[in-house]
């Protein structure tokens, strides 16, 4: 018998046992592996956004690996066996959350089409569209808040985000000055005018902001532009 007969002959063709015949198909326990292996590939994930609310919203040394396990649904013998340490998981959080997002605006700002002026406007709306309008960017806060205490995490930061993230401002500001559409500046104190703002926007966004009226609260792209307005007038040549 071919195999298309095969395929497609009624189930009861070769099975005579009518007991066979008439039980019902548990689907439920035909899934069940399917799911479960779902889930397992899953779990990572479930754990760095549990860890990313939760360290946004008590601080590093707050936050207990047990909550975040619970959050995620799953024991604390779990999450051990993904991220060995507290401290294992929050560089994870780190490089999911933020770290990617430098990266890949890093790739698109080498190919970039428009003056430096624009780059750098550009480069600092889409770090507001990526990374500071998210909740990720509470972490920036924590990292400040708790650094003195936690000098290793500190670091790490600094070397995983800071340092990346700065040495593409620096080089945009750099190419402007060479290209002579920026004055020649200490491009270091004016990579600290750049990025000082920004900062200043998730601090407010992550602190005094909630607690404000509607009034008093920034818009944050209006901010960027007009942050990069003054910031080009003044680079500009003599």
Same mark, same amino acid.
């Given at each position: ?20 015949? $008439? ?29 990313? +609310? ?33 401290? +294992? ?31 750098? /406007? ?26 003195? $205490? ?20 620096? $080089? ?13 500046? $200490?491009? /270091? ?29 920034? +818009? ?19």
């Amino acid at each position: 018998m071919c195999a298309n007969a095969l395929t497609s002959a009624p189930l009861n063709t070769y099975i005579t046992n009518q007991q066979v015949i $008439n039980s019902p198909v548990n689907t439920a326990e035909t899934l069940a592996p399917h799911k479960r292996e779902r889930r397992k590939q899953d779990r990572p994930g479930e754990l760095l956004e549990a860890a990313l +609310d939760l360290f946004v919203e008590k601080g590093y040394a707050a936050t207990r690996v047990e909550e975040v396990a619970a959050r995620a649904g799953v024991s604390k013998g779990t999450l051990f066996l993904y991220f060995p340490s507290k401290e +294992d998981l929050f560089k994870a959080v780190v490089r999911a959350s933020v770290v990617e997002p430098v990266t890949q605006g890093a790739a698109e700002v080498a190919n970039f089409q428009g003056t430096c002026g624009e780059l750098l /406007e550009w480069m600092m709306l889409q770090w507001w569209y990526r990374y500071g309008d998210t909740k990720a960017s509470g972490i920036s806060k924590l990292v400040m808040s708790e650094a003195s $205490n936690f000098p290793e995490l500190a670091q790490f930061y600094r070397t995983e985000v800071i340092e990346p993230g700065h040495a593409l401002v620096r $080089n945009v500001l750099q190419k402007g000055i060479d290209q002579a559409e920026f004055r020649p500046v $200490n491009v /270091e104190l004016a990579l600290h005018s750049v990025m000082t703002p920004l900062l200043f926007l998730v601090m407010w966004k992550h602190s005094m902001g909630p607690c404000c009226p509607s009034h008093e609260q920034i +818009d944050p792209q209006a901010f960027i532009s007009q942050h990069a307005q003054l910031l080009t007038r003044g680079l500009a040549p003599y």
